[in-house]
């Protein structure tokens, strides 16, 4: 978990993307490391094994973070996941612009690059992480409105892509071969995904129940 205040989030995004908290609101976004698949997604998915299972990460996700809003029962706080969306169809809360305004990871865009290739090909943006490459996830954000800490200071993320010939690899990587996983690699990585974990996402949604051993009564 990385801590930040709303207003660093809601200063670099259009007003249509903006959180409904005061600017010195205390927020934390959460990303789940290589080892969560092992310490937390299988045990999950064991002790559910009774009950219904639709999607095992954001129901496991789900879980662990509702634990951690139990520890503070004399606070308010907040949960937006990564995967809910707006009555327009927007994401709750644009992951990668929080995980980069936190410091946790550096989001590299298009316009990080000086001499761009690329003229009106489409390209996207990609968070890397300094230890752990691209092989992570960014989860969801954990909000306390009755805390405000204007005191906070900012920290940068880390730069760990810093050429300019590793950024144009990366976002190209990212934007037209990102089934691959190359991307994930554009650094020296302490930790990636298992092969089992590879195994799981590279696997259709609808099959990945038969690699965790559930039945299709399950979903």
Known sequence: VFLWKVGWYNAVLQPAFHLPYPDDTLAFV???????????????????????????????VSHHLSCVKEKFPDQKVDIIFDYEILPS??????????????????????KDVKFDPWGKKKIYGVCIHPKYGGWFAI?????????????????APVDCVSSEEKRI???????????DGRYRDIIEVKERYSEEQKAYFATPPAERFRLLGLTPEAQ
């Open 169 to 179: 690899e990366l976002l190209e990587q990212f934007s037209f071969h990102w089934q």
């Open 30 to 60: 959460v990303l789940s490391t290589p080892s969560m698949f092992d310490k937390a997604l299988k045990p999950f998915v064991k002790k559910e094994r009774l009950k219904i299972i639709r999607d095992p990460v954001d129901q496991c």
């Open 89 to 110: 169809r927007k994401p709750k809360f644009l992951a990668q612009t929080a995980a980069h305004v936190a410091g946790a990871a550096y989001y590299y865009q298009r």
């Open 139 to 155: 989860r969801g954000l954990l909000v306390f409105p009755d805390i405000q800490v204007p005191f906070l200071e900012q920290s």
